[in-house]
């Protein structure tokens, strides 16, 4: 089905639905398809987290959390052309887990694409997800754009095969957020010659946009917000006039601009993750033009899991993100500064004090 809306009436929209509660998903509309007519929408959901408790038991917030994002994602109108899903459906890599997270995912009406998440990996190295869902990094083209899926969550192979003694801890060391023990992830070597040969078919004034898990830029290492051969694939990126990288993984807002690339992240279905300057002892590493929101509410378990509207006009992305017991903030780009700002809170004037901690 094809109906086209223009921007106004999808935030009109995008509203009517914020109103009906807080969405843990995203609708993306990309209005820069080569054809004349070709706009068009994707969802986003991303980082659900299922966890196994035992039997048939999985943790009620975090499969809540899925259910309520599917829901919402089959009332959309216009239907999204496809769905996007951000990785780690599941929390220690369990088949269990991730068969649980693929029931719930599969009430979705339409299409779904998948990117590979840490904890869907280290504990088989991916060979459960992938018997399900496939490859674990593919491009498509839609409607004018060229979309690209990349692992980038993988990282030194003598830390994957002989550091550990079993997979459960190795998964239980990668699933960890401040562990001075993890190691930096990467797309790798395989998937950048991967990566080079597929772009060359690319005219270089078609949009790209790049999916993975992972920022591929450098945000906090003690953290894995990071990819540790980012610049690599940034240089593989370069060419192209506009590109965007979509991604999940850090369960908060971020954006940033590094040359022709804009990264935003999505929100996780699941629980937010701290600023790094809520945590004293660690540097603040969050890219400069992202501005830090308060600390979530962690009696309230949707609190800032909430979803963003992705407007992709002309290339460049505006992002409205709608919080629960947060103030909603809009990230538009700006055309004379060349980057996205927060349009309220950019200003440094305008910000409120994160909290430190509850
Ligand atoms: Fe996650
Ligand atoms: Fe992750």
């Known amino acids: 089905m094809s109906k086209t809306i223009n921007r106004r009436e999808f935030l009109k ?35 659900s987290h299922i966890t196994h408790v035992k039997g048939s038991e999985f943790v009620r917030n975090w499969d809540r959390g899925l259910i309520r994002a599917v829901a919402e994602a089959n009332l959309l109108d216009p239907r ?26 599969g009430g979705l009406n339409g299409k779904v694409h998948y990117v590979m998440g840490e904890h869907d990996y280290y504990l088989d190295l991916g060979d459960y997800w992938k018997k399900q869902l496939g ?22 192979d003598d830390w994957t095969n002989n550091k550990w003694p079993t997979a459960a801890e190795r998964m239980h060391q990668m699933a960890r957020l401040d562990n001075p023990q993890g190691s930096p992830f990467m797309v790798g070597d395989a998937q950048r010659e991967w990566l080079k040969t597929d772009l060359e078919k690319v005219g270089k004034d078609t949009p790209v946009v790049v999916f993975s898990h ?10 894995n917000f990071w990819t540790d051969d980012a610049e690599q694939v940034q240089a593989l990126l370069k060419p192209f006039d506009k590109v965007t990288v979509i991604y999940g993984h850090v369960h908060q807002i971020q954006y940033n601009q590094i040359g022709n690339i804009s990264f935003h992240s999505a929100m996780a279905t699941a629980w937010p993750w701290p ?4 945590y004293t002892q660690v540097q603040t590493w969050l890219p400069k033009l992202t501005v830090e929101m308060n600390r979530a509410d962690p009696f309230f378990e949707r609190d800032a899991t909430g979803w963003q509207f992705i407007n992709l006009h002309t290339g460049n992305v505006d992002m409205s993100y709608m919080l629960p017991d947060n ?22 004037a305008n910000r409120i004090p994160p909290q430190t901690h509850y």
């Open 13 to 47: 929209r995008g509203s009517a639905l914020v109103a009906a509660g807080s969405l843990p998903l995203s609708l993306v509309e990309v209005a820069f398809g080569k054809a004349a007519g070709e706009n068009f929408t994707f969802a986003y959901i991303s980082d």
């Open 80 to 105: 999204p052309d496809f769905i996007f899903y951000g990785g780690d459906i599941a929390q220690l890599g369990k088949a269990e887990e991730i068969d649980h997270g693929l029931e719930i995912l």
């Open 135 to 156: 490859p674990d990094h593919y491009s498509f083209d839609h409607k004018g754009v060229h979309f690209v899926v990349l692992n980038s969550i993988l990282t030194f």
């Open 214 to 223: 992972s920022p591929i830029q450098k945000i906090h290492k003690g953290w």
């Open 275 to 278: 600023y790094p300057s809520t």
């Open 327 to 348: 103030s909603n903030r809009v990230v538009a780009f700006d055309t004379r500064a060349g980057k996205p700002v927060d349009t309220k809170y950019q200003a440094v």
